[in-house]
C-alpha cells in the first residue's frame, strides 16, 4: 500500500501562482495529479515517470505547469502559475507502479492509488 497526502491548495487571483505537494509513504514507479470539478469526469493534468523523469502534460496547462519531484523522491509537487478560473478543482494525487501508466498517450485513470484531493480556487 501506498499512502499519498497532497497539500498547498488554496484559493487564488487569476494570474496568480499555487504549489501542490503529495508526500508518499514509499517509491512508486509513476506519479500524476489528476483535478475534478463536480459534475464532470476527473481528467488527467500532469503525469511523471519517477525513474528518469519524464513528464507529460494535459494540453490545457502546457506551459503554466510543472511536475516534479524534490530532491529526495519522497515528495510530488506541481508548480501552478498564471492559474485562470477554468483550474478551479480539487486536485488529486495518484501513483503506480506499471509501466503503461507513465507511457500511455493520453492519462488513463487506472492509478492503483490516489491521495484525498486538496481544494484549487481561482477567482477572477
Same mark, same amino acid.
Given at each position: 500500500?501506498?499512502? #499519498?497526502?497532497?497539500?498547498? !491548495? !488554496?484559493?487564488?487571483?487569476?494570474?496568480?501562482?499555487?504549489? #501542490?505537494?503529495?508526500?508518499?509513504?514509499?517509491?512508486?514507479?509513476c506519479m500524476a495529479w489528476f483535478r475534478q470539478v463536480p459534475g464532470k469526469e476527473r481528467e488527467g493534468v500532469a503525469r511523471i515517470d519517477t525513474s528518469d523523469g519524464t513528464t507529460y502534460y494535459a494540453d490545457s496547462v502546457k506551459?503554466?505547469?510543472?511536475?516534479?519531484?524534490?530532491?529526495?523522491?519522497?515528495?510530488?509537487?506541481?508548480?501552478?502559475?498564471?492559474?485562470?478560473?477554468?483550474?478551479?478543482?480539487?486536485?488529486?494525487?495518484?501513483?503506480?507502479?506499471?509501466?503503461?501508466?507513465?507511457?500511455?498517450?493520453?492519462?488513463?485513470?487506472?492509478?492503483?492509488?490516489?491521495?484525498?484531493?486538496?481544494?484549487?480556487?481561482?477567482?477572477?
Amino acid at each position: 500500500q501506498v499512502q #499519498l497526502a497532497e497539500s498547498g !491548495g !488554496g484559493s487564488v487571483q487569476a494570474g496568480g501562482s499555487l504549489r #501542490l505537494s503529495c508526500a508518499a509513504s514509499r517509491y512508486t514507479y509513476c506519479m500524476a495529479w489528476f483535478r475534478q470539478v463536480p459534475g464532470k469526469e476527473r481528467e488527467g493534468v500532469a503525469r511523471i515517470d519517477t525513474s528518469d523523469g519524464t513528464t507529460y502534460y494535459a494540453d490545457s496547462v502546457k506551459g503554466r505547469f510543472t511536475i516534479s519531484q524534490d530532491p529526495a523522491k519522497t515528495a510530488l509537487l506541481l508548480q501552478m502559475n498564471s492559474l485562470t478560473p477554468e483550474d478551479t478543482a480539487m486536485y488529486y494525487c495518484a501513483a503506480d507502479n506499471y509501466y503503461t501508466t507513465c507511457h500511455t498517450s493520453g492519462f488513463t485513470p487506472m492509478f492503483d492509488y490516489w491521495g484525498q484531493g486538496t481544494q484549487v480556487t481561482v477567482s477572477s
